[in-house]
């Protein structure tokens, strides 16, 4: 049996510990409290723009937005050693310069462009057969059966040019032999890169290209071809001398692949008529494949397509419809199919019926008429 005295001691000692070890936990909490409350802060802070110097003055610099415009501004007096072509983190409010960034940072290209692997099948594309044909023979055969070429002794095109009107397919015969021959898909469209990319367009292309080769096979797809290869541009301004460097890039990286690689391209454009004939030169994009507006027949397939899931009255006069459809692109049949959904929906229905479709189709045209081709491509 312990002594009064020594259990005094033990009750001491352990109310002492008690203290201690609460006390610890206690700091050790406001601790993390504290913490977190900085990294609350953090986020509620506005993001900072990535910019880069171009030069310096005093406590002050011209600074290139990635949009391309220029700024005079401040810069915070704790960055040491700034120089030109660093690049550097700008508040969003007054631009002032907060910080620098590593400079050898490797441009990540994958940021820019839109890469993926499309799902699109051949049978989703109505009244294109004969330019199906064409694209399978060119572009998936030779990546598919390279060894076939080399024995027969012939070199395939590097690549096509698909060339028609807005909405007619092109895009989707792209995705879809990026499908049929499981590439990635690497899209890149030439108003984006004349505009946005100012000063980095030639960097963005090299890189695309060494993209696509590490992620072979691989379908480099150049939307809007002709913003960057036209036969418009006069090389006067310093901004038409970047679009120059742009192309030139382009074409040197063309060039210097090989077409039995397993990197293909192809261009697209609705503007054949302007295009550089540079770029359709024998090595380069030298097949043209043209899309155009699918006809009677096509119309009839293409509605089949986006009416697959729809139901749809029996007793529809389609003949009628498709006439009344006869100048319309598969982007414009594909709207009249939503639209004639709407109004079902509208009138609360599941089935579609004929009224449904007409007024469907003038609506396609009038929105046509008041806001222009590029209305249609809200529909995707
Ligand atoms: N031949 C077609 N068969 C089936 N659907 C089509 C066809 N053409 C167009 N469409 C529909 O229209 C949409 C737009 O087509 P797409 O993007 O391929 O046109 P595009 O020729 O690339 O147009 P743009 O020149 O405006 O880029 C497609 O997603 C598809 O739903
Ligand atoms: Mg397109």
Known sequence: ???????????????????????????MLKETVGQLR???????????????????????????????????VNVSSSIKKLKSGDSILVEQKNLTVVDKIATNKKFNVEQFVIMEKPTISWKDIGGLDEQIEEIKE??????????????????????ILLHGPPGTGKTLLAKAVAASTNSTFIEIVGSELVQKFIGEGAKLVKEVFTLAKEKAPSIIFIDEID??????????????????????????????FKPLGNVKVIGCTNR????????????RLDRLVEVPNPGLEGIKQIFKIHTKRMEVDKKINVDKLFKSMEDFSGAEIKAVCTE????????????????????????VKNEEDAYGKDYIKMYG
Not at 2 to 19: G, I, Q, R, V, W
Not at 48 to 71: H, Q, T
Not at 146 to 154: A, Q, R, S, T, W
Not at 227 to 247: H, K, M, P, W
């Open 38 to 72: 900085l990294e609350l802060d953090k986020f509620r802070e506005p993001a900072l723009l990535v910019a880069e110097v171009i030069e310096l003055s005093g406590k002050n610099a011209i600074i290139k937005l990635p949009n391309g415009n220029n700024f005079f």
């Open 138 to 159: 060119v572009i998936e055969l030779p990546l598919k059966k390279p060894e076939l070429f080399k024995k027969v002794g012939i070199t395939p095109p590097k690549g």
């Open 1 to 27: 049996m312990p002594s009064k005295d020594e259990l005094k001691k033990a009750l001491f000692s352990y109310s002492t510990n008690y203290n201690t070890s609460l006390e610890d936990e206690n700091k």
């Open 272 to 283: 054949k008529d302007i295009l550089d004939p540079a770029v359709i030169r024998p090595g």
């Open 340 to 363: 004639a959904g709407y109004f079902a929906i509208r009138a609360d229905r599941t089935k579609i019926s004929e009224v449904d479709f007409k007024k469907a189709i003038e609506k």
């Open 227 to 256: 913003a960057l290869a036209s036969n418009r541009i006069d090389v006067g301004t310093s901004g038409e001398r970047e679009v120059q460097r742009t192309f030139m890039q382009f074409l040197a990286e063309l060039d210097g």
